[in-house]
């Protein structure tokens, strides 16, 4: 019953620090871009107001409306400063956990190889060489032990041999070239039926 009620265990979060700090700045990099998409609108607007003010001999709310204009160009201009410190901040970062994504793979690459290393030391390696030095020398007697004990008449049967076995296409027959007749199919001639004997009563 105690494991019924007992509290699960919660997944452990992948999502890092570094990625929430990703997440907040991209956040706030939309959002002044929709602050800024809001001063452009009311740029537009101020502009076609003040157009109209001045159609309208209203020369003093034109020039405010000017001053008022000019002061929202300006902070779109801290706007687009603020935006590029927010995106090479966010580039930074995220170049940063690659960084460290590098670094871990190196890390348990060396591991590894250490491992690799322990297993395989220098005398273990140089025994292996020894081994299979030898074992090529014995290989090399044992062939010079056998070549050693053909005669040269041997040694004459050999290469003939080799000859013969070269030369044998030679004295392989040619291949007619001409073209083979078409078949023609042959009556098969009827099997005569058999009659059965009758048998004759021979009389006692």
């Known amino acids: 019953m105690g494991g019924l009620f007992s509290k699960s265990k919660k997944p452990v979060s992948r999502v890092t620090e570094q990625d929430k ?9 939309d959002k002044l871009k929709q602050y800024q998409k809001k001063i452009e609108l009311n740029l537009e607007r101020d502009r076609k107001l003040a157009k109209k003010l001045l159609s309208e001999d209203k020369r003093d709310r034109a020039k405010l409306l000017l001053k008022k204009k000019k002061y929202q160009e300006n902070l779109l201009k801290n706007t687009d400063i603020q935006l590029e ?28 190889l250490k491992k690799v290393h322990e297993i395989l030391n220098i005398d273990e390696i140089e025994k292996i060489l020894d081994e299979t030095k030898e074992g090529i020398e014995k290989q090399k007697e044992i062939d010079d032990l056998i070549s ?14 080799l000859e013969s076995i070269l030369d044998v296409k030679d004295k392989l027959p040619d291949v007619p070239m001409e073209t083979l007749p078409e078949d023609v199919e042959e009556e098969t ?12 009563a021979v009389e006692a």
Request: glycine share 4%; aromatic share 2%.
């Open 189 to 200: 001639p009827e099997r005569p039926q058999r009659v059965k004997a009758k048998r004759i």
């Open 148 to 161: 050693g004990q053909l005669s040269q008449e041997d040694e004459e049967d050999i290469e003939a041999e």
């Open 85 to 112: 410190k927010l995106e090479q901040l966010t580039h930074d970062l995220e170049f940063a956990q690659i960084e460290v994504q590098v670094l871990d793979g190196l890390k348990t690459g060396n591991e590894a």
């Open 21 to 29: 700090a990703v997440l907040q700045l991209k956040q706030q990099r």
